[in-house]
C-alpha cells in the first residue's frame, strides 16, 4: 500500500501534467493559424438584378510568413425558402499569400432576396478559415438613358446654317428595345426657332455595342433667288410695226424702183436696232426668306433631348426636374 507521502507525490505529478497539457494546447491550436481571409463588398454594392453577376475580391494573407497553398471554395445559402441558388466561384481556386482572388456569383434564375455567401479557405496543415458576404439581389428596372457623347459642332452659326452632335444611347441592367429620339424642347421659344432632327431617327438597343445617332441642330435664314427680268416689253414691240407702215407708203407713193433695195435695208437695219431691248432682259439681283419667310433670331438656344420606346419608356435621366441630354447653339 501506499503511504500518505507517495500518495501526496502522485498527486502533485498529476497536477503538474495538468498544468501542461492546459498551458500547450491553445499554444497549439494558435501555431496552426498561419493564414488570414478578408472580402470587399460587391460591386454593384446596391444589389444585382435577377440574371446578373456580382464580383467581389478576397484578401488572403499571412501573419508569420506563411508560404504553403491554400484551397478556396465558396457556398451559397438563403434564409429564404427558394429552389434555384445564385452560383459562386472562386479564381485562382488555390493560392498562396499575400494574393488577391477573385469571387464571381452569377445569378442567373434566383429570386430577389438577400443570399450569404460563404468562402472557405484550407491549408495542408488543416488550418481552416471563413468569411462571409452578403448579396442582394433586387428587380432592378430594365431602362436607358440618353446622353451626348460628341458635343456639337460648331457652336455658333449664321441664320441659315446648322451645326451637328453625337447622341448616345445607353442601356440600364439587361434592357434592350427601339428607341426612338426627338428634341422636347428648344428655349427660348420663338417663332422661327432652330429644328432639330436625327440620323437614325430610331435606334436599336440590342445589348451589343452602344448605339449612336446624329443629331442635326438646323436654323431659317434668307436664301438666294434667281434673277428675275424687269422693264416693260409692250412699249418695243410697237416699233415692229414702224416698218410695215413704211413698205406701206413705199408702194403707194409708186416711188423710184431702184432706191427700194436700199429703202429695205434701211428699215430691216432699224428694226433690229430697235428690237435689241425687247429681247434682252434688265435683271436685279434679288433676295428672299425661305419658304415660310422665316428668320430665326439671334440667340443662344439650348436644345433639351428625349426618347422613347416601342413600350413608351422614356430615358431615366431626361425628367421633369433633371435634363441631361442638351445641346447649346448660338446664332449670330
Not at 472580402?39 to 446596391?46: G, K, Y
Request: with cysteine; hydrophobic share 40%; net charge neutral.
Amino acid at each position: 500500500m501506499l503511504n500518505s507521502r507517495q500518495v501526496s507525490r502522485t498527486i502533485l505529478f498529476g497536477l503538474l501534467l495538468c498544468i501542461f497539457a492546459a498551458a500547450h494546447v491553445p499554444l497549439a491550436a494558435a501555431q496552426t493559424q498561419n493564414f488570414t481571409l478578408s472580402a470587399s463588398t460587391f460591386s454593384p454594392p446596391a444589389g444585382v438584378d435577377p440574371g446578373g453577376t456580382a464580383t467581389a475580391n478576397i484578401t488572403l494573407s499571412t501573419a508569420d510568413n506563411y508560404t504553403g497553398s491554400v484551397a478556396l471554395s465558396c457556398a451559397v445559402t438563403s434564409s429564404e425558402s427558394t429552389t434555384t441558388l445564385p452560383v459562386c466561384l472562386i479564381s485562382p481556386a488555390d493560392a498562396t499569400p499575400s494574393a488577391t482572388p477573385s469571387l464571381t456569383v452569377t445569378t442567373v434564375g434566383a429570386a430577389p432576396g438577400t443570399y450569404t455567401i460563404t468562402v472557405t479557405g484550407t491549408s495542408p496543415g488543416s488550418d481552416t478559415e471563413t468569411v462571409a458576404l452578403f448579396l442582394n439581389i433586387v428587380s432592378v428596372p430594365q431602362d436607358y438613358t440618353l446622353t451626348v457623347s460628341k458635343a456639337i459642332s460648331p457652336g455658333t452659326v449664321s441664320a441659315g446654317f446648322g451645326a451637328q452632335a453625337t447622341v448616345t444611347v445607353t442601356p440600364i441592367s439587361s434592357y434592350t428595345g427601339m428607341v426612338t429620339l426627338s428634341c422636347l424642347s428648344i428655349t427660348p421659344p420663338v417663332t422661327a426657332a432652330p429644328f432639330c432632327s436625327f440620323n437614325p431617327a430610331t435606334v436599336d438597343v440590342n445589348g451589343s455595342g452602344t448605339p449612336t445617332s446624329v443629331l442635326t441642330v438646323s436654323t431659317f435664314g434668307v436664301v438666294q433667288n434667281q434673277t428675275k427680268r424687269t422693264g416693260p416689253r409692250t412699249f418695243y414691240a410697237l416699233w415692229l410695226a414702224i416698218p410695215g407702215l413704211a413698205l406701206a407708203g413705199i408702194g403707194a407713193s409708186g416711188g423710184r424702183r431702184r432706191k427700194l433695195p436700199g429703202l429695205l435695208l434701211l428699215m430691216v437695219v432699224a428694226s433690229g436696232l430697235l428690237l435689241l431691248p425687247s429681247c434682252g432682259s434688265s435683271t436685279t439681283p434679288t433676295t428672299s426668306n425661305n419658304a415660310n419667310n422665316l428668320v430665326t433670331p439671334k440667340n443662344t438656344y439650348t436644345v433639351t433631348l428625349t426618347g422613347v420606346d416601342q413600350n413608351g419608356v422614356s430615358p431615366s435621366n431626361i425628367t421633369s426636374t433633371s435634363a441631361a441630354a442638351t445641346v447649346s447653339l448660338t446664332v449670330n
